[in-house]
């Protein structure tokens, strides 16, 4: 019996968790019993495993929430059916895990570093995040990966003794380490940056742009810039429509079609990925997270022939969508009105909120202003806006 006089045999404890993850998980996985731990040293909790934990301080944190109201193509007021950076996170969450569990991966940690590797996003997506970087440039830039780190180590307030949300050092070097495979110049130093990315990292970053190109080309769709007679410039989209029309009855509608096409193409791309991903490290035979560390090229990524059908999708995509008028017009204006208030909170700092010019000293007014405008929402950021400059 336990403590409080439950029958032990039917509960599950942290040590079942840690026996399961060394029962399934391979060698070069990352095992939640080897972590290295946390800055601040934890009691360790009776039936979730380190990242388990992590998990939840993510989904429990403000940075977390605020994605619900976040660009991911459209912004926010521009209709209810497009994804936001929360539904965006989730839909990667889901495809990640899947991916982890049939590579046997840590479907934990990849699910912490999926939830949270989007938590530097500024307002306005990546327009946004250029416009912060500019107006950063002579106070040592602006970079979401980086964002998404201060936000866990020292913006979010959640604990009395210590800022930040104390998380394990795997989750925290996987997320400094988003995008850095071979290139690791901006690799915080303190994450180490003369060795790789886990293969938990390397995974979350390829299934993230899997699940962008799958969904931005419907939401693309469903905004009527993109029009389906204009995708059949493209052999992938030719091959997984004919597909669609194979399968469905003959009365079916193009908008089923559409979500047919889209899912063919999203299976096809995750399919190749941990195909591939698998003979990668059956060739490189790592034996524990030490080889995976050291591996000077990546072990999860795609065949070949599908990063160039994707690429020639993505470049499509950048002509038609994210380059689109209709698209430039608001971005233009978030633009702006990140300047604008930019130059108004650095000439008026009094004005900031006292959690932010509290930080001003500390950190110099345009990092405070920086993070400050990090964090805002697409729908504050414009009432902000309206707030005080118009
Ligand atoms: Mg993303």
Not at 164 to 174: K, Q
Not at 318 to 326: A, E, S, V
């Amino acid at each position: 019996m336990t403590e409080d006089g439950a029958p032990r045999a039917l509960l599950l404890s942290v040590d079942e968790v840690h026996h399961r993850e060394a029962r399934d998980l391979a060698p070069y996985a990352a095992h939640a019993c080897d972590s290295e731990g946390r800055d601040h040293p934890a009691e360790p909790d009776r039936y979730r495993s380190a990242f388990q934990r992590d998990r939840d301080r993510i989904v429990h944190s403000r940075a977390f929430r605020r994605l619900a109201y976040k660009t991911q193509v459209f912004i926010n007021d521009e209709g209810d059916l497009y994804r936001s950076r929360l539904t965006h996170t989730m839909e990667l969450v889901q495809l990640a895990r899947s991916a982890a569990r049939r590579l046997r991966l840590n479907e934990d940690l990849v699910e912490c570093v999926a939830m949270a590797h989007d938590l530097g996003h500024p307002p306005f997506g990546h327009r946004g995040e250029d416009m912060i970087d500019e107006l950063m440039a002579e106070h040592g830039g602006f970079d979401h990966h980086h964002q998404a780190l201060r936000i866990v180590e020292e913006l979010e307030q959640r604990y009395p003794d210590y800022p930040g949300l104390n998380l394990t050092y795997e989750v925290r070097d996987c997320l400094a380490k988003l995008g850095c495979v071979t290139e690791r110049g901006r690799v915080p130093r303190r994450y180490r940056r003369e060795y790789g990315p886990l293969l938990e990292a390397q995974l979350v970053d390829e299934v993230d742009s899997i699940a962008y190109d799958c969904h931005d080309l419907d939401d693309g769709l469903r905004s009527g810039i993109l029009r389906l007679d204009d995708l059949n410039e493209l052999e992938l989209w030719r091959g997984a429509w004919q597909q669609a029309c194979d399968n469905a009855p003959r009365d079916c509608s193009d908008k089923i079609l559409t979500d047919r096409a889209i899912h063919i193409l999203l299976d096809a791309f995750i399919t190749d990925l941990v195909e591939h991903s698998a003979r990668l490290i059956g060739a490189a035979a790592p034996a524990d997270l030490t080889a995976v560390r050291a591996a000077d090229s990546a072990l999860i990524a795609p065949s070949g022939s599908m990063r160039r059908a994707r690429e020639e999708l993505e470049q499509w995509m950048f002509r038609k969508l994210y380059r689109d008028w209709r698209v430039n017009r608001t971005f233009h204006k978030a633009r702006r009105l990140l300047a604008e208030l930019f130059a108004w909170f650095c000439a008026h700092p009094d004005t900031l909120t006292d959690e932010h010019q509290a930080r001003t000293e500390a950190i110099g007014c345009e990092r405070a202003v920086a993070d400050y405008l990090a964090g805002m929402t697409d729908r504050f950021a414009q009432d902000e806006h309206a707030r005080l400059l118009r």
